[in-house]
Antibody, heavy 122, light 110 residues
Framework: EVQLVESGGGLVQPGGSLRLSCAVS????????VDWVRQAPGKGLEWVGR??????????DYAASVKGRLTISRDDSKNSLYLQMNSLKIEDTAIYYC?????????????WGQGTTVTVSS | QSVLTQPPSASGAPGQTVTISCSGG????????VSWYQQLPGATPQLLLY???RRPSGVPDRFSGSKSGTSASLAISGLRSEDEADYYC???????????FGGGTKLTVL
């Protein structure tokens, strides 16, 4: 079964840092892209960033709202992806989902993790 | 503010057909694939349609999609109470190198 499981969320003060993890199973991580998507309380979905696969040199893209503060990395040997979050702002408060853009279906997000909650507050 | 524009709400009676629109531009919907996601209350989003009108296994054929120019639509026929959810469109933007989501449409089954 294909699964993505996020962890690492919690309460952090403005300006602080946090690292989220996404553990994948049921597929070969190096063959796949992975996206982070977030949802602020009572709000819609917001794309955060993308990590491409080995064939695409693991390149990344980020939303303008997080560029320079949030960084995606991965360790294929551990079947894990990470979202390093620095200089956190109150508006970064959200549920963070790890998702899989499936190359076969035009990169539609076919598998979602259950999400991990990040709260930025003093 | 979302770059893909959806109506914030939609409604219909059981059995009726409701359509949700998603408006974008030439660098996203106009030239890229569109997908739709359903988020039931309190749940994680799930893929509903990909490549504009293709359904993943398990999605009923009551859900259909279309695209014309820089706009896409999701149609739900034979509305059922369990269709009450938030619906989001998405499309990659070639200019921004970002995945764009619509603001979401809250569907109410009357």
């Amino acid at each position: 079964e294909v699964q993505l499981v996020e962890s690492g969320g919690g309460l952090v003060q403005p300006g602080g840092s946090l690292r989220l993890s996404c553990a994948v199973s049921g597929f070969i991580l190096s063959d796949h892209y992975v996206d982070w998507v977030r949802q602020a309380p009572g709000k819609g979905l917001e794309w955060v960033g993308r990590s491409r696969n080995k064939d695409n040199s693991y390149t990344t893209d980020y939303a303008a709202s997080v560029k320079g503060r949030l960084t995606i990395s991965r360790d294929d040997s551990k079947n894990s992806l990470y979202l390093q979050m620095n200089s956190l702002k109150i508006e970064d408060t959200a549920i963070y989902y790890c998702t899989r853009p499936n190359i076969v279906i035009s990169y539609a997000l076919d598998v979602w993790g259950q999400g991990t909650t990040v709260t930025v507050s003093s | 503010q979302s770059v893909l524009t959806q109506p914030p709400s939609a409604s219909g009676a059981p059995g009726q057909t409701v359509t949700i629109s998603c408006s974008g531009g030439s660098s996203n919907i106009g030239s890229k694939s569109v997908s739709w996601y359903q988020q039931l209350p309190g749940a994680t989003p799930q893929l509903l349609l990909y490549n504009t009108d293709r359904r993943p296994s398990g999605v009923p054929d009551r859900f259909s999609g279309s695209k014309s120019g820089t706009s896409a639509s999701l149609a739900i026929s034979g509305l059922r109470s369990e269709d009450e959810a938030d619906y989001y469109c998405a499309s990659w933007d070639a200019s921004l190198s970002n995945l764009l989501f619509g603001g979401g449409t809250k569907l109410t089954v009357l």
